[in-house]
Every structure is written in structure tokens, then in C-alpha cells.
């Protein structure tokens, strides 16, 4: 007897659980980047209060992130429903 030995159905979930952590990761990384990618296009020098220039770049590029997060989600969303059927 192994710990190891999989049937082909544990193998199969085992599979999905691991693409579906590697999709995190990589949703995780894009938020990292997006937020690296807002701060230096939109920050010119930190100061204690934000111009009104400053607020409304990071205001535009939250809302392309907000965009952007509900459009991978709902990918995310189809791709678990397809493999559920």
C-alpha cells in the first residue's frame, strides 16, 4: 500500500487543484504588478497629500484594475463551471 497511488479520479482533482492554485498565483502576481505599474506611473515624488493630478491617475488606474479583476474573475468563474459539467 502507498500513500501515493491515486485512482484516476483523485489524480483528476489532484490536477485541478493544483491549476487552480497556480491561477491564484498568477492573479496574485498581476495585482502586484498592477499596483508597481500605478504607483510609478501615477506617483512623481511622495508628499503628505495627493494633487489632484496624482488623484485622478490612480483613480483611472484603479478603475482599468477594477476592470480588469472582474474580467479575469469571470474567466476564472466560466473555467470552473466548464470543468464542474
Known sequence: FSYFAFNNAEAAELQRLIAVEQQK???QAQVHNFTDVCWDKCMDKPSSKLDSRTET???SC?????DTTLTITNRFTQMVQK???
Open 57 to 59: 491617475c490612480l483613480v
Open 83 to 85: 470543468g464542474a459539467h
Open 62 to 66: 484603479l478603475e482599468r484594475f477594477i
Open 25 to 27: 498565483a498568477q492573479f
